[in-house]
């Protein structure tokens, strides 16, 4: 009676401590993966940290040469602004005054936003349609509009100039135009992703409520496609705005109608002679717009490339 009276006892001791050697076991087994995923994680960290100085430190270089004197550039590019090196504001007041800047903002300005609107307006239309409708021709649309990403500018330059020239397309108006063709195959391509994941159940219900296509596309559909608005505007705005060689192409021997990188292309000499300082103070002056505008719309960049390139 004794020993049978003790035996339960004890198993229920052995199983006891089985029990709570068991999570100790786990937690001794997950240590080596945990030490791995954080070595993994500061490794990753580190790489992070060497890119984002690799893009940063050109706009620090820029920023830095924006204050020395021109003569001083060439000698010492990586040296602080001190001393008899500092110039102060007069790179920024030279740049101004010979180069036009000022009329150049302008039209930069209008190109860009010009651009940046119609480019989001027709090409979500545009992607809205050959989505909705499914038929063959819509479906050829959409792979010549995903072609039209995979051809280079180059082979289409010439061709491009002529036809602006002939079209009368060769003013600022006409760039709108240009931007809108050679822009609409990306924005098309997000566009075209994100509305595929928009249930139609969404729209039927809005023609219950007796909306016209149109209505339901502006009331109902448009909404649901900011945060890609937002990353077609951006991602537009700084091509638009920093682009050099198609506004030098069509517009570029034209006085009235010159965009910041063509004025600042211009301050270099007949001879190859260049006035560093005034072009690096330009070029501040040109990154800080769209620097704001990126830094307002960025939030947006992720979720909308990922809602474009994945869903549907």
């Given at each position: 009676m004794s020993a049978q009276a003790h035996a339960p006892a004890t198993n229920r001791s052995g199983a006891?401590?089985?029990?709570t050697k068991a999570p100790a076991t786990v937690a001794r087994a997950a240590r080596p993966a945990r030490r791995r995923q954080t070595a993994g994680q500061n490794v990753l960290t580190g790489l992070l940290t060497v890119l984002s100085l690799i893009w940063v430190i050109p706009l620090m270089f820029i920023l830095l040469n924006s204050f020395k004197g021109k003569f001083y550039i060439s000698d010492s590019p990586f040296s602080l602004p001190t001393g008899e090196t500092f110039?102060?504001?007069d790179n920024y007041v030279t740049g101004l005054q010979l180069s036009g800047f000022a009329?150049?903002?302008g039209w930069s300005l209008f190109i860009t936003v010009g651009s940046v609107a119609v480019i989001v307006l027709l090409t979500a239309m545009t992607a809205y349609y050959i989505t909705r409708v499914k038929t063959w021709w819509t479906s050829l649309?959409?792979?010549l509009f995903a072609f039209s990403m995979i051809a280079p500018?180059?082979?289409?330059m010439f061709p491009t100039v002529k036809i602006a020239d002939t079209l009368g397309l060769a003013t600022p108006w006409g760039m709108?135009?240009?931007?809108?063709?050679f822009g609409g195959g990306l924005s098309v391509f997000l566009f075209a992703g994100f509305i595929k994941s928009v249930p139609m159940e969404i729209e039927e219900a809005a023609y219950m409520d007796g909306c016209s296509p149109l209505q339901s596309y502006f009331r109902v559909v448009m909404p649901l496609l900011k945060p890609t608005s937002v990353t077609v505007a951006v991602l537009n705005a700084m091509w638009v705005w920093n682009d050099f060689l198609l506004p030098n192409l069509v517009i570029g021997q034209d006085e009235r109608y010159k965009t910041i990188p063509i004025v600042i292309q211009m301050l270099v000499g007949s001879n190859?002679?260049?006035?560093m300082g005034a072009q690096m103070a330009m070029l501040v002056l040109a990154i800080i717009p769209i620097v704001i505008f990126y830094l307002f719309g960025q939030k947006h960049i992720v979720e909308g490339v990922a809602a474009g390139a994945v869903k549907g």
């Open positions: 006891t401590q089985d029990a110039a102060g504001l009329r150049a903002i649309i959409y792979y500018f180059q082979l289409v709108i135009v240009l931007y809108l063709g190859g002679n260049r006035d």
